[in-house]
């Protein structure tokens, strides 16, 4: 059974209704390892090494975050600054990520008719995720495509639980191994 | 000597120093000249205020010098002497002898005895530390080349005055002149024995400095009285003198060795800034009593004489030091003016002066015509560097351009001072030192000191208030002070302190609560740093985190909260003398806070909410 590592990356989870639900999602599973961000550094100061030996013993690198301002929080952009190092990520000798999986669960406050040519923001989301996708392949990963929760502020209740379910499912499918 | 006749005599004394030394400071002339002088004017060939027991005050004043010989033994720590071997000894030995050997052969010439010739070339080779450090420092060349040179120089030379002291009693001419002026307790002893009684004493002192000195002054120091302390470290230089005279070596001999022994002591600094003001006024009572006791009768009906030597000398010792700069290849402009700087005869040469008078290895009055030859050489070295500046120095300064050295040649040229090491300077000086920083410490608790001192670092013992204290730990070179003093009143004068006599220095304060952070703001401090601001706030925070606050959350509030209370520090200081508006603004502004973390805390309902949204439909 292959090992998922959760990033979970929200600097006011407190206030984000969808991104708790999804969090709660999430099965106990001897497989399944969260790692908080922000919860683990608030002063932004990364242990590289740590971050390093986590990863070596999972398949899965899952980040699970907000869309700010069509990217990443800043403390995953400095996640992935200071983790994926030459010579350990890529570049000569740097081959501790090959064949490992790359996958982004993504809420937006943006519905999906928004996130399209026509829409309000002129592109989908896939394109505005275009330097994850490099990244992960520079690093020699798989980049899995983005589970998207979108228009957050629209969801009632029904429809948190249905997004809830879609989840599980999804993370139950990484683990049987069914994708890739 | 009656009591009213002592006053009158110190009443005269220090009534012309104080008119004279601030006048020739003025002129450019260096203190020592400034005394000799004073003493020129009450002596008695101008006004006549004090007559021939100018003789009697220089056996006392002459004490001035053992304190001297005492403070040179302090500044020699064995690292500088290691770092500067090379300078020290080449240049600084090579100077010596060949100026006593050519200076020795031309009196040679001149009709004296070999033995009184070696005697003069010594004491002419010396130069004046006290004018040309002065120099140096004013002009801010002490870390160029040639203020390097001339400090090496100035060290070796004031290094080579014990063996020279030692020397002296066997160039005398008469066979049974005593060692010291009064009968010694080993006269009649064998050789030997006498050896081996002088290096026991010896021995003795070292150990004594060593083991039972740095315990007795943390006794003292317990005791909290800084008179006490001020006796303890005259006693010392005194005892030692004594002691060494009982045993027949000379006392500035003796002392010497002492402040060798202290050198590494913690008490260093505290011992030399005690010592200071009685070896300043003793000195220059020496000085005095030179200046009063010189034949000015003689000086004047021999004019060319004097003059002659002085000229002969002087272009001697410069030929002698541009040839050895060549040699140590110094830039051309720096030789000229190191050779330029060091021409002059010392002050040591008077008490050397005096005391080949005892021995009879000098004339009395060839040594009056050579005492007013070296004032004149002294009086005329600012003199010459000015000329020399002022014409050549800048001609070649702009095709040399004067490279600073990395090594440096002070004690302690550390960027920061640290003053007070309680828990809080101790932390800051841990975070310092492990980024490279380099730190000095004073601390005024002998218990602390030495402890610290066993976990390695160098802690020196001393009331951080007292500017020459400071100086003496470096301040000159420091870049920042850290006032961490316990007292808001000894931080207070501190601050002043430094303030007044170095405004260039940044000081960051360390308060102890708000009160003392106004008082520091208002003799302005632009860096305050309130002792238990932070790590309360740094509780709090983790108190929210275990109350389940998001980390990041917290860290946002801690934020939050140390940046308002800054912005209302500085809003409420212009009213902290008026109660009544100053309550009423502080509640305001912590109002506005409960306000500001009650909607960053998240306590307000709302949904993931991106202003997008709102256009997106």
């Given at each position: 059974?292959?090992?998922?590592?959760?990033?979970?990356?929200?600097?006011?989870?407190?206030?984000?209704?969808?991104?708790?639900?999804?969090?709660?999602?999430?099965?106990?599973?001897?497989?399944?390892?969260?790692?908080?961000?922000?919860?683990?550094?608030?002063?932004?100061?990364?242990?590289?090494?740590?971050?390093?030996?986590?990863?070596?013993?999972?398949?899965?690198?899952?980040?699970?975050?907000?869309?700010?301002?069509?990217?990443?929080?800043?403390?995953?952009?400095?996640?992935?600054?200071?983790?994926?190092?030459?010579?350990?990520?890529?570049?000569?000798?740097?081959?501790?990520?090959?064949?490992?999986?790359?996958?982004?669960?993504?809420?937006?406050?943006?519905?999906?008719?928004?996130?399209?040519?026509?829409?309000?923001?002129?592109?989908?989301?896939?394109?505005?995720?275009?330097?994850?996708?490099?990244?992960?392949?520079?690093?020699?990963?798989?980049?899995?495509?983005?589970?998207?929760?979108?228009?957050?502020?629209?969801?009632?209740?029904?429809?948190?639980?249905?997004?809830?379910?879609?989840?599980?499912?999804?993370?139950?499918?990484?683990?049987?191994?069914?994708?890739? | 000597?009656?009591?009213?006749?002592?006053?009158?005599?110190?009443?005269?004394?220090?009534?012309?120093?104080?008119?004279?030394?601030?006048?020739?400071?003025?002129?450019?002339?260096?203190?020592?000249?400034?005394?000799?002088?004073?003493?020129?004017?009450?002596?008695?060939?101008?006004?006549?205020f004090?007559?021939?027991?100018?003789?009697?005050?220089?056996?006392?004043?002459?004490?001035?010098?053992?304190?001297?010989?005492?403070?040179?033994?302090?500044?020699?720590?064995?690292?500088?002497?290691?770092?500067?071997?090379?300078?020290?000894?080449?240049?600084?030995?090579?100077?010596?002898?060949?100026?006593?050997?050519?200076?020795?052969?031309?009196?040679?010439?001149?009709?004296?005895?070999?033995?009184?010739?070696?005697?003069?070339?010594?004491?002419?080779?010396?130069?004046?530390?006290?004018?040309?450090?002065?120099t140096?420092?004013?002009?801010?060349?002490?870390?160029?080349?040639?203020?390097?040179?001339?400090?090496?120089?100035?060290?070796?030379?004031?290094?080579?005055?014990?063996?020279?002291?030692?020397?002296?009693?066997?160039?005398?001419?008469?066979?049974?002149?005593?060692?010291?002026?009064?009968?010694?307790?080993?006269?009649?002893?064998?050789?030997?024995?006498?050896?081996?009684?002088?290096?026991?004493?010896?021995?003795?002192?070292?150990?004594?400095?060593?083991?039972?000195?740095?315990?007795?002054?943390?006794?003292?120091?317990?005791?909290?009285?800084?008179?006490?302390?001020?006796?303890?470290?005259?006693?010392?230089v005194?005892?030692?003198?004594?002691?060494?005279?009982?045993?027949?070596?000379?006392?500035?001999?003796?002392?010497?060795?002492?402040?060798?022994?202290?050198?590494?002591?913690?008490?260093?600094?505290?011992?030399?800034?005690?010592?200071?003001?009685?070896?300043?006024?003793?000195?220059?009572?020496?000085?005095?009593?030179?200046?009063?006791s010189?034949?000015?009768?003689?000086?004047?009906?021999?004019?060319?004489k004097?003059?002659?030597?002085?000229?002969?000398?002087?272009?001697?010792?410069?030929?002698?030091?541009?040839?050895?700069?060549?040699?140590?290849?110094?830039?051309?402009?720096?030789?000229?003016?190191?050779?330029?700087?060091l021409?002059?005869?010392?002050?040591?040469?008077f008490?050397?002066?005096?005391?080949?008078?005892?021995?009879?290895?000098?004339?009395?009055?060839?040594?009056?015509?050579?005492?007013?030859?070296?004032?004149?050489?002294?009086?005329?070295?600012?003199?010459?560097?000015?000329?020399y500046?002022?014409?050549?120095?800048?001609?070649?300064?702009?095709?040399?351009?004067?490279?600073?050295?990395?090594?440096?040649?002070?004690?302690q040229e550390?960027p920061?001072?640290?003053?007070?090491?309680?828990?809080?300077?101790?932390?800051?000086?841990?975070?310092?030192?492990?980024?490279?920083?380099?730190?000095?410490?004073?601390?005024?608790?002998?218990?602390?000191?030495?402890?610290?001192?066993?976990?390695?670092?160098?802690?020196?013992?001393?009331?951080?208030?007292?500017l020459?204290?400071?100086?003496?730990?470096?301040?000159?070179?420091?870049?920042?002070?850290?006032?961490?003093?316990?007292?808001?009143?000894?931080?207070?004068?501190?601050?002043?302190?430094?303030?007044?006599?170095?405004?260039?220095?940044?000081?960051?304060?360390?308060?102890?609560?708000?009160?003392?952070?106004?008082?520091?703001?208002?003799?302005?401090?632009?860096?305050?740093?309130?002792?238990?601001?932070?790590?309360?706030?740094?509780?709090?925070?983790?108190?929210?985190?275990?109350?389940g606050?998001?980390?990041?959350?917290a860290?946002?509030?801690?934020?939050?909260?140390?940046?308002?209370?800054?912005e209302?520090?500085?809003?409420?200081?212009?009213?902290?003398?008026?109660?009544?508006?100053?309550?009423?603004?502080?509640?305001?502004?912590?109002?506005?806070?409960?306000?500001?973390?009650?909607?960053?805390?998240?306590?307000?309902?709302?949904?993931?909410?991106?202003s997008?949204?709102?256009?997106?439909?």
């Amino acid at each position: 059974m292959p090992k998922i590592l959760v990033y979970l990356v929200h600097p006011s989870l407190e206030k984000s209704k969808a991104n708790q639900m999804l969090l709660d999602s999430i099965p106990n599973s001897e497989s399944i390892t969260l790692r908080d961000l922000y919860e683990e550094y608030p002063d932004f100061s990364i242990q590289i090494k740590a971050e390093q030996n986590l990863i070596q013993n999972h398949d899965i690198l899952l980040f699970q975050h907000p869309l700010y301002w069509y990217s990443c929080p800043p403390l995953m952009k400095l996640w992935i600054d200071l983790v994926l190092e030459d010579g350990w990520a890529y570049g000569k000798d740097g081959n501790q990520l090959l064949g490992k999986k790359w996958i982004q669960v993504i809420t937006s406050g943006g519905s999906k008719e928004a996130y399209t040519k026509t829409g309000f923001h002129g592109y989908t989301t896939d394109e505005f995720l275009l330097p994850f996708r490099r990244t992960a392949e520079l690093c020699g990963m798989d980049y899995l495509n983005p589970f998207l929760v979108q228009g957050t502020f629209q969801l009632n209740e029904l429809d948190l639980q249905k997004e809830s379910n879609r989840y599980r499912q999804f993370i139950n499918q990484l683990l049987g191994g069914i994708y890739g | 000597m009656g009591e009213s006749s002592f006053f009158i005599q110190a009443l005269i004394y220090l009534t012309s120093a104080i008119i004279m030394v601030p006048l020739a400071n003025r002129l450019g002339l260096g203190s020592v000249l400034g005394y000799l002088i004073a003493g020129i004017v009450i002596g008695p060939f101008v006004f006549g205020f004090v007559g021939t027991e100018g003789k009697d005050m220089l056996h006392f004043a002459e004490f001035g010098v053992v304190m001297m010989l005492f403070a040179i033994g302090l500044e020699l720590e064995l690292d500088l002497l290691l770092r500067l071997k090379f300078w020290l000894l080449g240049l600084g030995g090579l100077q010596l002898v060949l100026t006593t050997v050519i200076t020795a052969f031309f009196s040679y010439l001149f009709g004296f005895s070999w033995k009184s010739s070696l005697a003069l070339g010594l004491i002419l080779s010396l130069s004046s530390t006290a004018i040309v450090l002065q120099t140096l420092k004013e002009k801010g060349l002490m870390k160029s080349i040639s203020g390097q040179a001339s400090f090496s120089v100035l060290l070796f030379q004031d290094m080579a005055v014990i063996p020279i002291l030692a020397i002296f009693p066997m160039l005398s001419d008469s066979d049974n002149v005593p060692v010291a002026n009064h009968h010694s307790l080993v006269e009649n002893f064998p050789g030997y024995l006498k050896t081996l009684v002088v290096l026991s004493v010896v021995i003795g002192i070292i150990l004594v400095g060593k083991y039972l000195l740095s315990p007795f002054f943390r006794l003292l120091a317990k005791s909290g009285n800084r008179e006490i302390f001020t006796g303890a470290s005259l006693l010392l230089v005194i005892a030692i003198s004594v002691l060494m005279g009982a045993v027949g070596v000379s006392a500035a001999l003796g002392t010497f060795l002492g402040g060798v022994v202290l050198a590494s002591s913690e008490f260093r600094h505290e011992l030399e800034s005690n010592i200071e003001p009685f070896k300043g006024l003793l000195l220059g009572l020496f000085f005095l009593s030179v200046g009063a006791s010189m034949d000015i009768p003689v000086v004047m009906a021999n004019p060319t004489k004097v003059l002659g030597i002085v000229f002969g000398i002087i272009f001697l010792k410069a030929f002698v030091l541009f040839i050895l700069g060549l040699i140590f290849r110094l830039p051309l402009n720096q030789n000229l003016y190191f050779s330029l700087a060091l021409c002059q005869v010392g002050e040591f040469s008077f008490v050397l002066f005096g005391y080949s008078e005892n021995l009879g290895i000098l004339e009395g009055d060839i040594i009056i015509i050579l005492v007013a030859a070296v004032a004149v050489s002294m009086a005329l070295t600012p003199v010459l560097l000015l000329l020399y500046e002022k014409t050549i120095f800048g001609f070649l300064e702009s095709k040399a351009p004067q490279k600073t050295t990395e090594q440096d040649i002070h004690k302690q040229e550390n960027p920061v001072i640290i003053c007070g090491f309680g828990k809080f300077g101790n932390m800051l000086g841990r975070f310092l030192r492990s980024n490279g920083i380099g730190i000095t410490i004073l601390d005024f608790d002998a218990d602390r000191v030495e402890m610290l001192g066993r976990f390695g670092f160098k802690v020196y013992f001393g009331d951080a208030t007292r500017l020459e204290l400071l100086e003496s730990a470096g301040l000159e070179h420091a870049k920042v002070v850290v006032a961490a003093l316990d007292s808001p009143e000894k931080q207070a004068e501190l601050i002043r302190n430094v303030n007044l006599h170095y405004p260039n220095i940044k000081i960051v304060a360390r308060a102890g609560d708000r009160e003392e952070a106004y008082d520091l703001k208002e003799i302005g401090v632009k860096y305050i740093y309130r002792e238990t601001r932070e790590t309360a706030v740094l509780m709090g925070r983790d108190v929210l985190r275990l109350l389940g606050t998001r980390s990041y959350t917290a860290e946002k509030a801690r934020n939050l909260f140390l940046k308002h209370d800054d912005e209302t520090f500085h809003e409420l200081f212009d009213l902290r003398k008026d109660r009544v508006q100053y309550m009423s603004l502080a509640k305001q502004r912590n109002a506005e806070l409960e306000r500001l973390m009650f909607v960053d805390l998240g306590q307000e309902e709302e949904l993931e909410r991106d202003s997008w949204s709102e256009m997106e439909r």
